[in-house]
């Protein structure tokens, strides 16, 4: 038996390691000299993963979910300052932008009582995003909100929300029973004292939600800095709302 299968594995084998090479050499070997790597004319970085097989965020598989970004109930956030939640909010608004990831906005009972609506400073950085006027707190329990969720084809969601322990934990908690990958960047949401927003942080941890901070977002989305057509963008982003210095000035 054994030497009837040897030489048939070797063969197959071959067959095998024939057939790959095709597609190594559709990818360039890139190899580092001395501490610094050389890359053919037009190196656009490594092959983009698939949506359904890249483990992080992605442009193809993530959408951005803001809930409740209303001046009433900013103006009951105590555990972060006011001026680094709009900010850290800001840039990611402005990355969901830049790589076309769909974007959907939610605040609630401004058609039922005439409540503030979205701060405008927000809603003005995406002009087409989905807008969700809601009455329930708990934003899953409006149609039309998962409606919008199911719409974007998109497994991964990026949420944030005021209030952490509320509006923000109760739709992140039913996304991941959902089958959806939940991630809440924690510099961009808030609640009226710490203690809430960790009370909040903690349930959405142990139902699986994801907690990252929003400069993880556009790392994420960008991935490799040999991918050009985003990069400058993105990089503006980084200096403006992160580094927060002149985004105008050079890296």
Not at 4 to 18: E, Q, S
Not at 79 to 106: Q, R
Not at 124 to 132: Q, T
Not at 138 to 166: C, H, Q, S, Y
């Amino acid at each position: 038996m054994r030497t009837f299968f040897k030489p048939f594995a070797t063969a197959l084998g071959l067959t095998i390691a024939a057939a790959a090479l095709p597609a190594l050499a559709e990818t360039p070997m890139i190899r580092t000299v001395d501490g610094v790597a050389t890359y053919p004319e037009g190196y656009q970085g490594t092959p983009v993963r698939a949506a359904d097989e890249d483990p992080f965020l992605s442009p193809t598989n993530s959408a951005l979910i803001l809930i409740d970004y209303q001046p009433p109930i900013l103006a009951g956030v105590r555990n972060i300052d006011h001026e680094e939640l709009m900010n850290n909010t800001t840039g990611l608004i402005k990355t969901a932008v830049i790589y076309d990831i769909p974007i959907i906005f939610s605040h609630v009972a401004v058609g039922l009582s005439g409540y503030d609506p979205m701060i405008e400073e927000l809603r003005e950085l995406a002009p087409n995003a989905v807008f969700v006027d809601r009455t329930n707190v708990n934003a899953w329990e409006e149609p039309e909100f998962v409606a919008a969720i199911e719409a974007t084809g998109r497994t991964k969601l990026i949420m944030g929300g005021l209030w952490t322990d509320v509006c923000l934990a109760y739709p992140a908690i039913e996304a991941e029973a959902a089958g959806y990958d939940v991630y809440v960047p924690e510099d961009a949401v808030g609640s009226i004292t710490q203690l809430s927003h960790d009370n909040g942080m903690r349930r959405m941890i142990g139902a699986g939600v994801e907690p990252i901070t929003w400069n993880v977002v556009p790392a994420e989305l960008q991935r490799d800095h040999a991918r050009a057509d985003k990069l400058q963008a993105v990089t503006r982003v980084f200096m403006e709302h992160l580094f927060k210095v002149d985004p105008d000035t050079t890296w």
